[in-house]
């Protein structure tokens, strides 16, 4: 369990360490007084400071969404015969109200935009549905090759979080592909192989080598698409512009696009990602059947959805409403002893 206070004293240690280390002096006596300085209580960092919050409002598990028909009931077979807590998506465990909200507005394909606060479970508000959609579509006999869903976000930092995510959820479903595109990205599976194993290594120290349905390379990408493409907004132009990269768009057959951190799209990068996403609709030949997912802690209240809706249309060129925007519910919690 992660000890906050351990935590940010660790932070303030490196934080510290990166200053010495980028402006060092030659002069031993004043770099120690340096070093002193900083580490004085309140100079650098101050707290930490907790935050306390009602909780969210509840709504249905997975397992309720299976019975009622809103969610494939291959979702109990996709982590494998793992104990139910041990599941990145916990089929008892109840989601929270938004969570649930986001599931049934992409069931009838609505463009959304959800605005709740930081640990509030904003990633699954669209990966849920998107697996959803592709554990029908297999339902279906119609999960073949062609991306399905792009992930965009605006720093490689938080793309590779959710490749963890992924890997995690689908570590036991070779059936769902995924991959990331950037810059990282290596051209052949060799390259990618060692570059992995150089990154991600097992508790012994050893180098662990990608999932059967983990697409690591540039050539393999293009070759045979993943269902669910991760990537920043930067690369995704570039994959626009050049040739044998535009191949991952072969035979797409996008139903998602989503767009984390939306409220970074502001200004000249917003422009640019606008007409980015109306080129790729433009080049995919189902546009018409994208769903839009945004996601930000900080797009405002209520009094701010005029301006959301706006904003989102504009980036997306496509349809919202007021409806369309999620936001997270809290209530008070309930003790036992009514006193308290």
């Known amino acids: 369990m992660l000890n906050p ?7 303030k240690d490196e934080f510290i360490g990166y200053i010495t280390t980028s402006f060092q002096m030659a002069d031993e006596d004043y770099s120690e007084q340096f070093r002193k300085e900083l580490q004085r209580d309140g100079l650098v960092a101050k707290g930490p400071y907790l935050d306390v919050s009602d909780p969210f409002v509840k709504g249905k598990s997975l397992s309720s969404l299976i019975e009622e028909g809103v969610v494939s009931a291959l979702f109990r077979g996709l982590e494998g015969d793992i104990p139910d807590g041990e599941k990145e998506l916990q089929l008892n465990r109840t989601l929270y109200l938004h969570q649930e909200e986001a599931v049934r507005k992409a069931n009838d ?6 605005t709740t606060g930081t640990g509030s479970g904003k990633t699954e508000c669209f990966t849920i549905p998107i697996i959803n ?3 029908k579509e297999k339902e279906q006999g119609k999960l073949d090759d062609g991306v399905r869903a792009i992930l965009i976000y605006p720093m490689n930092a938080l793309a590779n979080d959710q490749m963890k995510r992924l890997r995690a959820t689908l570590k036991n479903y070779p059936d769902i592909t995924f991959g990331v595109y950037n810059g990282d990205t290596e051209p052949t599976d060799a390259e990618g192989i060692i570059s992995y194993g150089k990154v991600y290594k097992d508790e012994n120290g050893n180098a662990l080598k990608p999932l059967p349905n983990e697409i690591i390379s540039r050539k393999t990408m293009q070759e045979r698409p993943p269902h669910i493409l991760v990537t920043n907004y930067a690369m995704l132009e570039y994959m626009m512009l050049r040739p ?12 998602f696009l989503v767009l984390d951190e939306a409220h970074t799209y502001k200004g000249a990068t917003g422009m640019e990602t606008s007409l980015l996403i109306r080129r790729l609709k433009a080049r995919i030949s189902n546009s018409n059947d994208v769903v839009h997912i945004l996601t930000s802690a900080t797009l405002g209240g209520k009094d701010a959805d005029d301006d959301i809706i706006a904003f989102a249309r504009t980036l997306c060129a496509a349809s919202f ?3 369309d925007i999620i936001r997270s519910k809290t209530e008070k919690p309930k003790f036992e002893n009514p006193e308290i």
């Open 321 to 323: 409403s007021s409806d």
């Open 133 to 135: 959609y592709l554990l």
């Open 109 to 114: 394909n609505h463009n959304m935009v959800v």
């Open 244 to 255: 044998k990269d535009d191949l991952v768009f072969s035979g797409a057959k996008l139903h």
């Open 5 to 11: 206070i351990e935590a940010s004293e660790q932070i």
